[in-house]
């Protein structure tokens, strides 16, 4: 099974992740730092935008490929996935900004973020429970188990 929307948009991800990573490698190169962050903040910004990229993609990830296995191809599910990595270039571009301008891009790229994982986390649990299969298979286990 082809799963179109997850699989776009999980060539992006990835691809947003080379170009974060590709943004410490030059604050690396700009600071002459090879390990750790030397005391520069702007190679500790990139770097806390790229493993904050990091914690959250996956979760984001499984969450899309899931629902779209449960629901199929939803237009919605598309503006999901394009707001997710809009939210991500947002908040890698935010971290770059001295303060306070640092928070608005920062504050939105985290909002949109949160907004999207909680979202999906909630029709995740829906679709697990409200399924008019689930109550069966449900009552199926459970008679199983007796």
């Given at each position: 099974?082809?799963?179109?929307?997850?699989?776009?948009?999980?060539?992006?991800?990835?691809?947003?992740?080379?170009?974060?990573?590709?943004?410490?490698?030059?604050?690396?190169?700009?600071?002459?730092?090879?390990?750790?962050d030397g005391g520069q903040e702007a190679l500790t910004a990139r770097m806390r935008a790229?493993?904050?990229?990091?914690?959250?993609?996956?979760?984001?990830?499984?969450?899309?490929?899931?629902?779209?296995?449960?629901?199929?191809?939803?237009?919605?599910?598309?503006?999901?996935?394009?707001?997710?990595?809009?939210?991500?270039?947002?908040?890698?571009?935010?971290?770059?900004?001295?303060?306070?301008?640092?928070?608005?891009?920062?504050?939105?790229?985290?909002?949109?973020?949160?907004?999207?994982?909680?979202?999906?986390?909630?029709?995740?649990?829906?679709?697990?429970?409200?399924?008019?299969?689930?109550?069966?298979?449900?009552?199926?286990?459970a008679l199983a188990h007796d």
């Amino acid at each position: 099974m082809i799963l179109p929307i997850s699989l776009t948009i999980a060539g992006a991800a990835a691809l947003l992740n080379l170009w974060i990573a590709r943004r410490v490698g030059q604050a690396r190169v700009a600071h002459k730092v090879s390990i750790g962050d030397g005391g520069q903040e702007a190679l500790t910004a990139r770097m806390r935008a790229h493993s904050n990229y990091v914690e959250y993609t996956p979760f984001f990830l499984v969450l899309l490929v899931l629902t779209e296995l449960a629901v199929g191809q939803a237009i919605w599910l598309w503006a999901v996935g394009a707001l997710y990595m809009l939210g991500r270039v947002a908040h890698a571009f935010g971290m770059d900004r001295p303060l306070p301008d640092r928070l608005h891009l920062r504050m939105i790229g985290i909002g949109v973020t949160l907004l999207v994982l909680f979202g999906l986390a909630v029709v995740a649990i829906a679709l697990a429970y409200m399924h008019p299969g689930t109550a069966h298979g449900l009552r199926y286990a459970a008679l199983a188990h007796d």
